[in-house]
């Protein structure tokens, strides 16, 4: 019966928490369009999100595209359909690998950065103290974050899939003396607008999902230097929780308008 009696308190407690989330991204549409706008704090969080996250994105792309190629060559050989490959690694990535590992590793490095450096604020009372000068810390801190955020991650995906797709060339021109003209004639006569444009739009849903999350787990921070650990913690395990399930949906509903 403990054990019956847990499991309901924890569906409760996750039930609430999703309440509580939800309501901090209304309040988040709500203070987006109210002035002042922090222009500067935002193009400042911009650069500190994408720019400082472009390496690890870069190289995790890279790999991507390498292994996806030299996993999937040994099989296509089999089959005589070699000459497929630059399609299938396209389209795989441009679809569905590239979008959700770039969110997945901005949720990893943003969204529990997001999460300890809120929460750090939270701690010493210096939300706290910008709400006793005057200052909107919601405004600032919040909508700048999930904001920089939203718009940066796209960016982002752009550039893995595009790092991804020259790192299988690589592999491609290595084995089978693949020109890079040729590879990517092949590339771009297999992706049409309905691969690309879906893929980029649920970019700004995972960048959203990601900021949103990170932010209001260090707002809503409990007092301590565990608290911030456990912040940043669970801000990441609920990121990548909601990322695939922002996917699914995201997939499912591109799959009926290729049906219609």
């Known amino acids: 019966m403990s054990g019956i009696h847990n499991l309901k308190t924890q569906f409760k407690s996750f039930l609430i928490e999703i309440g509580d989330i939800s309501y901090f991204t209304i309040r988040f549409f709500k203070e987006l369009f109210k002035r002042p706008f922090e222009f500067k704090e935002l193009v400042n969080q911009c650069y500190n999100m994408g720019n400082k996250s472009l390496l690890l994105v870069g190289v995790t792309g890279f790999i991507i595209g390498l292994v996806l190629t030299l996993q999937t060559r040994p099989t296509l050989m089999e089959f005589g359909a070699v000459s497929w490959m630059p399609s299938m690694v396209s389209i795989s990535i441009v679809r569905e690998i590239g979008p959700i590992l770039t969110a997945l590793v901005c949720a990893g490095r943003i969204g529990s950065g997001i999460g300890a450096e809120i929460g750090s604020m939270k701690v010493t009372e210096q939300i706290d103290a910008m709400e006793v000068s005057g200052t909107n810390p919601f405004k600032y ?13 796209p960016i982002l995906v752009i550039i893995g899939d595009a790092i991804a797709l020259f790192g299988s060339f690589l592999v491609e021109n290595a084995k089978g003396h693949v020109s890079f003209t040729l590879y990517f ?53 609920l990121t990548s929780l909601l990322l695939f399930i922002i996917d699914f949906i995201a997939v499912f509903v591109t799959d009926i308008f290729y049906d219609l």
């Not at 801190?141 to 991650?153: G, H």
């Not at 771009?188 to 932010?215: M, N, R, Y």
């Not at 007092?223 to 990441?236: H, L």
């Open 141 to 153: 801190l919040v909508v700048t974050r999930v904001l920089a955020i939203t718009l940066m991650l």
């Open 185 to 237: 004639n092949q590339v771009f006569d297999s992706l049409e607008f309905g691969d690309i444009i879906p893929a980029t739009i649920k970019s700004f849903f995972f960048g959203l999902a990601i900021g949103i999350v990170g932010c209001y787990k260090g707002y809503y921070c409990k007092k301590g230097t565990a608290g911030v650990g456990k912040a940043a913690n669970t801000a990441v395990v």
